[in-house]
């Protein structure tokens, strides 16, 4: 069946370090991909997404290209801050309802 | 609009008493989910809804959980008798159409079963 497999956590950096989480997904067809953040005590919110091979997501500096050769959706920022620390997780739809990875907790240190 | 809405945000109880989270989804959304995340499990679905009608609850751990949506604007998801591991926390979102839509979600219902 479908399924995301994203980098265990945490990982911790200092501000402005750069950041890479790696996800991978199996699907069948072509899915959706998404980025979702997670802030303490908060529900998911939609960071970015892209519906089709090499496009680009994009927002609040994150970005995220679908591979469809790799089968891959990396979520990357040139600079992080203290205010990035979250948990991420990446997610597929393929058909109705989001499938998630089991998320990358990050903390940024000053 | 308020987003999709979540009660209570925090329930205690103890084993075997029957347990009802709600959630008020976005006006004009079609589709609702229940997840439930745990640090084991990660986010795994429980049902969705269309319209109102249950579409899948192959991911409802056992008879004991149990969904409604009694109309557009209101689920329940109703655990009975509760069990310590069903601690987890409980996420409802909705979104408006099926195909390549995020889904919003709630704040979520921390539960606890003692």
Same mark, same amino acid.
């Given at each position: 069946g479908d399924?995301? &497999?994203?980098?265990? +956590?945490p990982v911790t950096l200092s501000e402005e370090a750069f950041l890479t989480i790696n996800c991978t997904y &199996?699907?069948? #067809?072509?899915?959706?991909?998404?980025?979702?953040?997670?802030?303490p005590g908060e529900g998911l919110q939609l960071l970015l997404k892209a519906t089709k091979a090499d496009?680009? #997501?994009?927002?609040? +500096?994150?970005?995220?290209?679908?591979?469809?050769?790799?089968?891959?959706?990396?979520?990357?920022?040139?600079?992080?801050?203290?205010?990035?620390?979250?948990?991420?997780?990446?997610?597929?739809?393929? #058909? &109705?309802?989001?499938?998630f990875g089991k998320g990358t907790t990050l903390s940024v240190s000053s | 609009d308020a987003g999709v809405?979540?009660?209570?945000?925090?329930?205690?109880?103890?084993?075997?008493?029957?347990?009802t989270l709600r959630c008020k989804p976005i006006s004009g959304h079609d589709y609702l989910f229940w997840y439930r995340q745990t640090m084991m499990r990660g986010l795994e679905l429980l049902i969705y809804f269309n319209n109102n009608v249950p579409i899948d609850d192959s991911g409802m751990p056992e008879d004991r959980f149990s969904a409604k949506m009694p109309n557009a604007s209101f689920s329940t998801l109703k655990i009975q008798p509760s069990e310590p591991r069903d601690s987890a926390v409980y996420f409802c979102a909705s979104s408006p159409i099926k195909a390549r839509t995020e889904a919003f979600f709630g704040q979520g219902t921390r539960l606890t079963v003692v």
């Open positions: 399924s995301v &497999t994203q980098m265990e +956590g &199996t699907a069948t #067809g072509y899915p959706s991909l998404f980025w979702y953040v997670q802030y496009d680009k #997501g994009s927002n609040k +500096g994150f970005e995220a290209t679908y591979r469809k050769e790799t089968t891959s959706f990396h979520l990357e920022k040139g600079s992080v801050q203290v205010s990035d620390s979250a948990v991420y997780f990446c997610a597929l739809q393929a #058909g &109705t309802a989001l499938i | 809405i979540q009660s209570p945000r925090h329930e205690v109880t103890e084993m075997g008493q029957e347990v």
